[in-house]
């Protein structure tokens, strides 16, 4: 499907209509932090990006939205939503997306862009380690509140892992990723999360909050010890995945 789309800039009133209409599909009805059609428009008078892909037949499939502001001195972009229609996804959208807006920021002379996402979406979290190659900030307890998104969101709560992209920095293929299980104090770590979180808070709640008191400890712990999160490993034929962390000096660049 991507490669019969078209990525521009979200231009007239049924653009931005289709946009918090996909929003609400992403996110559900009852999401409360809408961007709505006035932010999405003005946004991008002021360096901001509101970037959609469209089918032949003018139909949004994905967009992409961000704020532009200087941040410890430098101009930085905040990448505060993406989301792909859910026939169009794990097709490399997403990516698309993202590399489409990377190129858009550099002309405007943007030194970095963060964002954050969910830690326990696998989805996510293989786009941006492994597709992306992005370097982890930081992780945020309840980034938007326990219960500010939406009723989905308040069944674990909204932690983030903030993340960024330095525009000097190449995109490049993801390199090897780690296999080998590792204890608690080794140089490699691996902290599992599940594979579709999403159908686990509707299945098992109880399991989806264990799942994020167990990956929230584990990640804050090892962050704040100094390790980074090198990359992201799946084992499709197991539905397992985990973060791969590595201690500094453990040979990770």
């Known amino acids: 499907m991507t490669g019969d789309l ?8 049924g653009d931005y209509e289709q946009c918090v209409a996909l929003q609400r599909d992403t996110w559900g009805d009852d999401f409360r932090e ?3 059609p006035a932010l999405l428009q003005i946004a991008q008078k002021v360096g901001g990006l509101a970037v959609g892909a469209f089918d032949a037949g003018g139909s949004l499939v994905g ?51 963060q964002w954050s996402y969910d830690p326990l979406v696998a989805r996510n979290a293989n786009l941006n380690l492994n597709g992306l190659r992005v370097s982890v ?5 309840d980034m938007y509140g326990e219960n500010l998104l939406s009723k989905t969101d308040s069944v674990i709560g909204t932690d983030r892992l903030v993340v960024e992209w330095i525009m000097a920095t ?32 509707r299945s098992d709640p109880d399991a989806a909050v264990a799942w994020r008191t167990s990956t929230r400890r584990a990640l804050e712990h090892y962050l704040g010890r ?28």
């Open 34 to 36: 809408l961007a709505p």
């Open 170 to 201: 190449p995109v490049v293929s993801p390199g090897t990723q780690g296999e080998d299980p590792a204890l608690p104090d080794a140089a490699e770590v691996l902290v599992e999360i599940p594979w579709d979180i999403q159908a686990l808070k």
């Open 137 to 141: 900030l930081q992780y945020v307890r």
């Open 63 to 113: 967009f992409i939205f961000g704020l532009t502001g200087v941040r410890e001195g430098q101009l930085t972009h905040w990448s505060h939503m993406l989301a792909v229609r859910e026939d169009a996804r794990d097709q490399g959208l997403g990516r698309q997306l993202k590399m489409h807006q990377r190129e858009r920021l550099r002309t405007l002379g943007v030194r970095r862009i």
């Open 6 to 13: 078209t990525i521009r800039d979200l231009s007239t009133p």
């Open 226 to 253: 100094g390790y980074h999160i090198a990359g992201f490993s799946r084992e499709p034929d197991a539905s397992r995945c985990y973060y791969v962390i590595r201690g500094r000096g453990s040979g990770d660049d």
